[in-house]
C-alpha cells in the first residue's frame, strides 16, 4: 500500500527553521514527482515546491523561493523541506504529495499528484 508520511511540523517564533519530512512507504519515491503544498483553513490549498523525478530543476513558488529548499534523501526514501525564516504566513497544514510518474519538469497542479500524505502543521507565532 502507496503511504506518504509528514513530520517535522511545530509551533515556532518568527525567523526560526523548520525541517519538513515526507517519508514514503510502498513505493521508491525517487521513481515519482514529488510536491508540497500548503493550505490555510477556508483557502484553497497552494503549491509550494515540487521536485523532479528525472534530476530536472526543482521549482518554488514566488513566495517561497530564496526561503524554502527541497530535497531527496534516497537512502531514506524521503523528500525533504527545508524552510528558513519563517514568518505568521507561512502558518498552514503542510501536504506532501506523489505523482504516479517521474518527469524532467514537476507540476504545480494538485490533479498532477495521486498520493497524498495527511499533512503536517507549521504555526509561526511570536
Known amino acids: 500500500q502507496l503511504q506518504l508520511v509528514e513530520s517535522g511540523g511545530g509551533l515556532v517564533q518568527p525567523g526560526e527553521s523548520l525541517r519538513l519530512s515526507c517519508a514514503a512507504s510502498?513505493?521508491?519515491?525517487?521513481?515519482?514527482?514529488i510536491a508540497w503544498f500548503r493550505q490555510v483553513p477556508g483557502k484553497e490549498r497552494d503549491w509550494v515546491s515540487c521536485?523532479?523525478?528525472?534530476?530536472?530543476?526543482?521549482k518554488y513558488s514566488q513566495s517561497v523561493k530564496g526561503q524554502f529548499t527541497i530535497s531527496r534523501d534516497n537512502a531514506n526514501n524521503t523528500v525533504h523541506l527545508l524552510v528558513n525564516n519563517l514568518k505568521p504566513e507561512d502558518t498552514a497544514v503542510y501536504y506532501c504529495?506523489?505523482?504516479?510518474?517521474?518527469?524532467?519538469?514537476?507540476?504545480?497542479?494538485?490533479?498532477?499528484?495521486?498520493?497524498w500524505g495527511q499533512g503536517t502543521q507549521v504555526t509561526v507565532s511570536p
Open positions: 510502498g513505493f521508491s519515491m525517487d521513481d515519482h514527482d
Open positions: 504529495a506523489a505523482a504516479a510518474y517521474k518527469s524532467i519538469f514537476c507540476s504545480r497542479t494538485e490533479k498532477s499528484y495521486n498520493y
Open positions: 521536485i523532479s523525478g528525472l534530476g530536472g530543476p526543482a
